[in-house]
C-alpha cells in the first residue's frame, strides 16, 4: 500500500466519528488497496481483544483518527456525536454523563462532592477509573488510541461506577520496533468570541531495542471566551424577593413558594453593579498537559507498562447564559449578570502500572493507578440575595408585621461560593484469563478501590458586618477558626455563611468472573458473568454555618459562634456497608461469518449515600432522611451486527428495556419549605424502552455514508408521595415528584447524525470534503417539579475539506456552521435562571505532520 492510500483511509476515519460504535471501523485502510471493505476495530470491552463486530453489547467507539480529524478532543466537543449519551452541564469539567436517558437531573456544582450522588457511568482513563460526584474527569483526547462508549450496566466487569454505561479513554502504548513522531496546530475563530490556538506533538522512541521504548505527548489547547457579562448592570432589591417579602412585611404563600403581595424595601439597601467584573468574551478555557509512557519487555512472555499523566483546566468565568439580568432586564445571548469574580482551576495527576504475561496456557493482568485531583473554584452567588433566606445575612431590622415604612437596612448583595475539592483513588486489579479461542473460555479477577474525597464549600454570602464588641446589635459574630476541620486550608472569611467540611471514603472490595461455553464452536455461545461486591462506604465531617449568629438587643452570641455546627460522625451512622452480587447473561449467535445477532440481560447498581443530618421541615411534617440506599438497574436487550456487499455495509442495532428502581434522587427546594440544604433520598422507579441502530456504508468508492440514531421512550412505573414524620399525608407543601408516566431528564426521545465524506487523488495529492449533522429533540431538566424545565430540539451541522501528501495534512474544520444557540442545560440553582449553549461556530485551519520508521 502506497503513502496516498494509506493517508486517504486514514482521513476517511473522520466519517466514523458518528456516534455509532460501528462506524469506527471506516477509520483504517483495508489490507486489500483495490477493495473498499471496511475493515473492522478491535476493542476491549470484554477485558480481551476482540473485534467490535464479535462483542455483543452496544459500543460506540472514536478511534484515534477520528477523534483528530473531527477536531474534537474534550467531552463537551464529541459528546455530541454519541446518540444515547448526554451531559447536564455548567462548564468544562462540572456536569455528569448519562446514558439510554437514565438520568433524574442534576443539581448546582457547588456541594457535590460532600452529597452529590455517585455517578451511574462509569470514566476510565486506561485502567483507572476515575469519576467522582459533579465533576467528570474532562480527560484531554491527545494520542488516544481510541474512546470505547459501553451501553448498558456494566457492573460485572467494570464495577459499581458502572451503573448504565461506562466511557473509556485508551491511549496509545509505546512501540518497541518503532521511531515515529507527530506534531499538530491549529487556529480557529470562534463566532462572537475569541480565537483558538492548541499544539500537540508526540514522540516514540525505542531505547533498548525490542527491549524497552517510551511515548511522550504534551499539549496546550486555549479555547476564546464568547460569553459577555457588560459593565453597567445593576442588581437592586424588591420587594418581591422571598426574603423581603416573607419577613418584611409582605405575604409569601409556603405551599407555592412564591410572594403574593411584595414586602417592604429598605431605602437604604446597597445597589451593586458588574463595573469591577464586568468584560467581553470571559470565560477563556486552557488545557495543558502530558503523558510520559514506558514500555519494558522482560522477555518473550512478561511487559510492564508505567504511565505517568498531568492535566490542568483553566476555566475563566461561566460557560452559561442568562436569559435576564439580576434585574429582570431581558438580556442578548451569551451574556450575563455577574457581580463576583467566577473561575474553576482543575487539575489531575495520575500514576497507573500495568503488569501482563501469561502463566502456562493461562494470561494474567494486573493494573494498578493513583489518582489525585485537586479542583479549586469559584462562582458568583449574588442572586442568594432573592432567596428565602438572604435578608437574613445582609439585612437587619425587618418586620415580618409591619405594612408601612421601608423597615430596616440592607447590605451589599454581592456573594459569591468557593469550592476546594481533593480527590485521591488508588485503584488495583488483577485478572487471570483463558486464551481466547478455547471452546470453554473465561476470566477471572479480583478488585480493590480506596477512593477518597476531601471537600470544603465556603458560602460567602454573610454582608451585615462583623460585630465589634459583645454589647454591638444588629451584626454577626464570626464562626472563627472551626475544630477538628477535615480540610486544609479551610478558607473563611468574614462574609463565610455556611460551610460544608467533609471528608468521604469508599472501599471496595470485588471478585468477578465471566464465562463464555461455545454450544456449536464459532457459531452458538452462551457467557454467563457476576461480581460480587464488599463496599464500606463513610462520610466525616461538619457542616458549621452562622444561623443565629447574629446579635439582637441584649443577648450576647458566644464568639466564635460555634453552637450550631452539626457533626455528622456523631449525628448519623456515618457509614454503611453493602454487599452483593451483579450479573450479566447473554446468548450470542453467529448466523453468518457477517451476521451476529445476540440476547443480553445485566444488572447495574451504585452505592449509596448521606445526608447532612436529619432535619426537620414543613412545619415538622418531614424529616430529611439520614441516608439513602443503591439503586438498582436491571437491561434487557436484543441486539444484531451485520455486514454486507464483501464489508461494504455495516448495519448493527440494539432494542432494549431497562429498569431502574429505588432512584437515587436530589431536592433542593426552600420555596417550600423543604429546607436551604440539598437532601438525597430513594425516589420513584422507572423504565426505558429504546432502539438504537448504526450504519457504515461505503456507497461508491471513495464515497462513505455513517450514520446511528437512537429512539427512547421513558417513564415513571413506579411513582412516590413523601409521607410526613408518623406516615401522614404531607399538607404543607405539594409533592415533588412528577405523575406516574412522566419522563426522565435529558432523555431525548430522539437523537441522530448522519455524516458523508469524499476524498480522491488528485495528482500527488490526497484531497477529501464532509458534511453532516447532528439533530436531538426536546427533553427535560428533573423528574420532579423543582427547578423543572423543557430543553429545546436542535440541529447543527458540521463541515471540513483538507488535502495531504505524503507525512503531511492540511485541513479546514467547521463545527456548528450555521451558529445555533440552544440550551444544552437549564437550572436555577443560582438562583437565577441560566442556560448552557453550545459552542457558538468555531472555524480552525489544522495543520499536521508525522514521520515514522522501522528498525
Known amino acids: 500500500m502506497n503513502s496516498h492510500t494509506k493517508l486517504s483511509y486514514a482521513i476517511a476515519a473522520i466519517l466514523s466519528g458518528s456516534g455509532a460504535g460501528v462506524a469506527a471501523h471506516a477509520a483504517t485502510a483495508a489490507a486489500d488497496t483495490s477493495s473498499d471493505a471496511i475493515e473492522e476495530i478491535t476493542v476491549t470491552a470484554q477485558r480481551r481483544t476482540e473485534s467490535i463486530q464479535d462483542v455483543p453489547i452496544t459500543i460506540q467507539a472514536l478511534t484515534s483518527e477520528t477523534l483528530t480529524q473531527l477536531n474534537v478532543t474534550t467531552l463537551d466537543d464529541f459528546v455530541k456525536y454519541l446518540p444515547n449519551v448526554s451531559t447536564s452541564d455548567l462548564g468544562p469539567g462540572q456536569g455528569s454523563i448519562y446514558m439510554r436517558g437514565l438520568s433524574v437531573g442534576a443539581g448546582g456544582t457547588q456541594g457535590t462532592g460532600s452529597v452529590g450522588n455517585f455517578p451511574n457511568v462509569a470514566v476510565y482513563l486506561d485502567d483507572q477509573s476515575v469519576q467522582i460526584p459533579g465533576r467528570n474527569l474532562d480527560v484531554y483526547a491527545a494520542d488516544m488510541e481510541r474512546i470505547e462508549v459501553l451501553e448498558g450496566p456494566q457492573g460485572t466487569l467494570f464495577g459499581a461506577g458502572a451503573q448504565a454505561g461506562v466511557v473509556r479513554y485508551i491511549t496509545n502504548k509505546p ?137 490542568t483546566m ?32 482543575d487539575e489531575f ?15 494474567l493482568v494486573y493494573a494498578g493507578a493513583y489518582l489525585v485531583r485537586n479542583v479549586h473554584q469559584q462562582q458568583d452567588y449574588t442572586n442568594y440575595a432573592r432567596g428565602v433566606y438572604g435578608p ?17 437596612q440592607c447590605y451589599s448583595p454581592v456573594t459569591n461560593w468557593t469550592d476546594t475539592e481533593r480527590n485521591t483513588h488508588l485503584s488495583q486489579e488483577m485478572r487471570l484469563s483463558t486464551p481466547d479461542d478455547w471452546r470453554l473460555r473465561g476470566l477471572v479477577g479480583v478488585f480493590y478501590e480506596d477512593f477518597k474525597i476531601y471537600d470544603l464549600n465556603s458560602w460567602n454570602y454573610k454582608t451585615v458586618p462583623t460585630c465589634t464588641s459583645a454589647a454591638e446589635t444588629g451584626c454577626f459574630v464570626n464562626i472563627g477558626p472551626i475544630p477538628g476541620a477535615y480540610t486544609n486550608p479551610l478558607n473563611i472569611t468574614d462574609n463565610t455563611g455556611f460551610i460544608d467540611d467533609f471528608e468521604r471514603k469508599i472501599d471496595q472490595r470485588a471478585a468477578f468472573t465471566s464465562i463464555d461455553f461455545d454450544i456449536i464452536p464459532k457459531v452458538l455461545t452462551i457467557t454467563a458473568g457476576t461480581r460480587y461486591f464488599d463496599i464500606d462506604n463513610e462520610i466525616l465531617g461538619q457542616n458549621v454555618f452562622s444561623f443565629y449568629c447574629e446579635q439582637y438587643g441584649t443577648s450576647t452570641v458566644p464568639n466564635p459562634c460555634h453552637q450550631y455546627s452539626t457533626n455528622i460522625g456523631a449525628q448519623i451512622p456515618h457509614s454503611s456497608k453493602q454487599t452483593g452480587f451483579r450479573s450479566r447473561y447473554n446468548l450470542s449467535w453467529k448466523v453468518t461469518d457477517d451476521a451476529l445477532v445476540y440476547y443480553t440481560w445485566s444488572q447495574g447498581f451504585r452505592p449509596g449515600g448521606f445526608n447532612r443530618g436529619s432535619t426537620v421541615a414543613l412545619g415538622g411534617q418531614y424529616a430529611t432522611p439520614l441516608l439513602y440506599g443503591s439503586d438498582n438497574l436491571t437491561n434487557s436487550e436484543a441486539g444484531w451486527k451485520t455486514e454486507w456487499f464483501s464489508h461494504r455495509l455495516q448495519f448493527n442495532g440494539t432494542v432494549y428495556q431497562e429498569k431502574w428502581n429505588n432512584v437515587q434522587t436530589g431536592i433542593f ?43 427512547n421512550s421513558s417513564s415513571e412505573s413506579e411513582t412516590l408521595a413523601l409521607t410526613g414524620i408518623n406516615g401522614q399525608p404531607i399538607t404543607n407543601a405539594p409533592n415533588p415528584f412528577l405523575p406516574l408516566g412522566s419522563h426522565l431528564a435529558f432523555s431525548p426521545p430522539f437523537q441522530g447524525n448522519l455524516r458523508a465524506r469524499y476524498e480522491r487523488s488528485i495528482g500527488d495529492y490526497q484531497a477529501f470534503v464532509q458534511f453532516g449533522g447532528v439533530h436531538q429533540s426536546q427533553s427535560q431538566t428533573a423528574t420532579s417539579n423543582i427547578s423543572f424545565y423543557e430543553l429545546p430540539s436542535w440541529t447543527t451541522y458540521d463541515g ?14 467547521g463545527a456548528n456552521l450555521t451558529d445555533v444557540n440552544k440550551s444544552l442545560y437549564t437550572t436555577a440553582t443560582q438562583f437565577i435562571q441560566t442556560q448552557t449553549p453550545m459552542r457558538p461556530r468555531v472555524l480552525t485551519l489544522r495543520f499536521s505532520y508525522k514521520f515514522s520508521s522501522s528498525k
Open 175 to 311: 512501540k518497541l520496533d518503532v521511531t515515529e513522531g507527530s506534531v499538530s496546530a491549529g487556529y480557529g475563530d470562534t463566532a462572537h468570541g475569541d480565537p483558538n490556538t492548541d499544539v500537540n506533538a508526540m514522540i516514540n522512541l525505542p531505547l533498548i531495542d525490542n527491549t524497552l521504548a517510551i511515548r511522550g505527548v504534551i499539549y496546550s489547547d486555549s479555547r476564546g471566551g464568547y460569553i459577555n457579562n457588560p459593565a453597567g448592570q445593576s442588581f437592586t432589591r424588591s420587594g418581591y424577593d422571598l426574603g423581603l417579602c416573607k419577613n418584611n412585611g409582605g405575604v409569601f404563600n409556603s405551599f407555592s413558594g412564591t410572594c403574593t403581595s411584595p414586602g417592604n424595601v429598605p431605602t437604604n439597601s446597597v445597589v451593586a453593579n458588574t463595573n469591577n467584573v464586568g468584560g467581553s468574551d470571559i470565560n477563556p478555557l486552557t488545557y495543558q498537559g502530558l503523558r510520559l509512557s514506558a514500555l519494558w519487555k522482560i522477555n518473550d512472555s512478561w511487559n510492564a507498562l508505567l504511565t505517568q499523566t498531568y492535566q
Open 314 to 345: 483553566n476555566a475563566q468565568g461561566v460557560f452559561y447564559e442568562m436569559p435576564k439580568s439580576s434585574d429582570g432586564e431581558a438580556l442578548p445571548p451569551l451574556t450575563v449578570s455577574l457581580f463576583s469574580p467566577s473561575y474553576d482551576k
Open 349 to 363: 495527576e495520575n500514576t497507573a502500572l500495568t503488569v501482563d504475561g501469561k502463566i502456562g496456557d493461562l494470561k
Open 392 to 408: 437574613y445575612y445582609q439585612c437587619v431590622g425587618l418586620s415580618k408585621t409591619s405594612t408601612s415604612g421601608a423597615n430596616g
Open 669 to 711: 427546594d426552600p420555596q417550600q419549605g423543604y429546607g436551604n440544604l440539598t437532601f438525597g433520598l430513594n425516589g420513584p422507579s422507572y423504565k426505558v424502552n429504546g432502539v438504537e441502530t448504526q450504519l457504515v456504508a461505503r456507497v461508491l468508492p471513495g464515497l462513505t455514508v455513517t450514520g446511528s440514531a437512537s429512539w
Open 800 to 813: 471540513a475539506l483538507g488535502f495531504g501528501k505524503d507525512n503531511w495534512i492540511v485541513q479546514a474544520v
